[in-house]
């Protein structure tokens, strides 16, 4: 199976105000395969986001290398979408502008990119408020916004920096369920030749990350953070969320798993205090 | 889900009311303001030649409106603000975005812009004249002097403080450099700008007030000078009463305008 994604011993450190160097990974080394859902899941600080930003292209490696589809990234990952953890919508642009925009500065004609937006924000459940402005939306309606943002373009990797962790638990669920639906929707597209999308899901919750994921990836506490394990999920898809968190088959692999990423919690609560 | 509007109308209605009871009040200060000078005066208590009074300021605009000589210097002195908030607003909003995206530059020319900011308009106004003569762009020029150096601050601090994951999140959408400054920078500072419209049209009219005031031969700063040349107290108080009115006018129209371009912001 090809590989979507792949970050080689890759490293990065930063600069610490006081002239010292601070290394926030260390040599992390993960292969996705094309089509996968992978979490990352680690303690809070342990350099999720900034494993997010290399793969993206947002930010360099210090040393180690990322191949995207094989090939050597260089500059911004542009087989990627990156959904952010804070909201990243235009505040100046309606839903329906924002939806479109990445069409728009693709070179899309204007009224054939606000179709499609059109056709994307029924699709994530909010036809009726294409002329709304984000501030005038509740915070689960924001990210689903940001989910049309993002999915409406036609590229194969979607990276997720904990995109719904500002949420309520029941929204957060619902929208976890919206987002499996999405994803598993490419799926039954493969009769017609359209890949599903490659997903990197970076969160702190555990539960979520079995929960939606293939494969789950433990990183340790920060700093100079490593991948200590890798689980896979033989769950079987479509998964019915409200229903999956009390199987006995969720429950182990919750229990096993924890067993690991609860020594790197501990670890960065005594790093803490 | 609850879409906004509904919410918005339950708010709306105290604040309907309370509006009416400010505008009662806002009447009621300015009659109460007015009734004491002019009881003051008449008693005596007050000199009228030093303060004049409010009926006959009032006489001597309605006498300016009836006759018609206010409206050609009101206008000579709009144009000047007008001109001046265009100029000092496009040099500004320039200098802003350049800066604004060149740490280095901004770094060299700060002091410089600090020192051209702290001189006082007043000392360049003769300057101005001599350069630009007695006619309109002299004053244009002092008033770009002043809304030159708000719009440059909004602009330069707007496009500083555009959101980094607004930036991050449209470059992965795919946009140039070009795209990142039209759908984010700009907006961005427009945000800056727009609120500091009311400033910066307060300054261009006091821009063309005192350059009229210090040498030229039309516009209300002109009317005011040549009033208190001949100890005509009545006739400064009418100038100065006829430029209040119209910033509450403009004023007005500004807050409508911003409200309108902001709209997308939430109150």
Not at chain 1, 8 to 36: C, H, M, Q, T, W
Not at chain 1, 73 to 101: E, H, I, S
Not at chain 2, 168 to 188: C, F, K, W, Y
């Amino acid at each position: 199976m090809s590989r979507a994604l792949e970050l080689d011993r890759v490293s990065r450190e930063f600069a610490s105000p006081d002239g010292r160097v601070y290394r926030a990974l260390e040599e992390i080394s993960l292969s996705v395969p094309s089509g996968a859902f992978v979490a990352i899941v680690g303690p809070s600080g342990c350099g999720k986001s900034t494993l997010l930003n290399i793969a993206a292209g947002l930010l360099p490696p210090s040393s180690g290398a990322v191949r995207v589809a094989g090939e050597p990234l260089a500059g911004l990952n542009r087989q990627a979408t990156y959904m952010f953890q804070q909201d990243a919508l235009l505040p100046w642009k309606t839903v329906r502008d924002n939806v479109a925009l990445g069409l728009v500065l693709g070179g899309a004609p204007r009224g054939e990119a606000q179709a499609k937006a059109d056709a994307w924000i029924a699709r994530v459940g909010l036809a009726g408020f294409a002329s709304h402005y984000p501030a005038q939306l509740s915070g689960g309606m924001r990210k689903r916004v940001a989910m049309a943002q993002n999915w409406i373009l036609d590229r194969g990797i979607v990276l997720m920096d904990e995109p719904f962790s500002a949420l309520d638990v029941h929204t957060r669920q619902r929208m976890e369920s919206e987002l499996l639906a999405l994803w598993e929707a490419r799926q039954a597209d493969v009769a017609r030749e359209a890949p599903r999308k490659t997903v990197v899901f970076v969160t702190h919750d555990l539960e979520e990350a079995i929960a939606l994921a293939d494969d789950v990836v433990i990183l340790s506490a920060g700093p100079a953070a490593r991948v200590v394990a890798q689980h896979h999920v033989a769950l079987e898809r479509p998964r019915d969320l409200l229903e999956l968190r009390t199987q006995p088959a969720f429950v182990d692999l919750y229990r096993g798993v924890w067993a690991v990423l609860r020594e790197e919690v501990i670890k960065s609560q005594r790093g803490a205090a | 889900m609850t879409s906004r509007p509904s919410d918005d109308r339950a708010v709306a209605a105290p604040a309907a009311a309370g509006r009416g009871a400010v505008l009662a009040w806002q009447i009621a200060v300015g009659v109460v303001v007015l009734a004491a000078w002019q009881t003051l005066v008449s008693l005596k208590i007050l000199d009228a030649f030093f303060v004049s009074r409010p009926s006959d300021i009032l006489q001597r605009v309605a006498r300016w409106v009836v006759s018609g000589t206010l409206w050609g210097h009101l206008a000579v002195t709009l144009e000047e603000s007008l001109l001046g908030l265009l100029v000092g607003a496009a040099l500004g909003i320039s200098l802003g975005f350049v800066l604004g995206r060149s740490a280095f530059l901004a770094q060299v020319l700060d002091p410089y812009i600090k020192m051209l900011n702290a001189v006082p308009r007043v000392v360049l106004a003769p300057l101005f004249l001599l350069w630009f003569g007695l006619g309109i762009w002299s004053k244009v020029a002092l008033a770009v002097t002043l809304v030159f150096f708000v719009m440059f601050f909004n602009t330069f601090q707007g496009v500083r403080d555009a959101d980094r994951v607004l930036i991050d999140n449209v470059r992965m959408l795919g946009a140039t450099e070009r795209q990142l400054v039209r759908h984010v920078l700009v907006p961005s500072a427009l945000t800056w700008i727009f609120s500091s419209l009311q400033t910066s049209l307060g300054f261009a009219m006091v821009g063309a007030v005192v350059g009229e005031y210090l040498g030229a031969t039309r516009g209300l700063g002109y009317v005011i000078s040549q009033a208190e040349g001949t100890f005509d107290t009545t006739g400064v108080f009418a100038g100065m009463t006829v430029l209040g009115i119209v910033v509450v006018i403009v004023s007005a129209a500004v807050t409508r305008l911003e409200r309108w371009l902001l709209r997308w912001k939430p109150e």
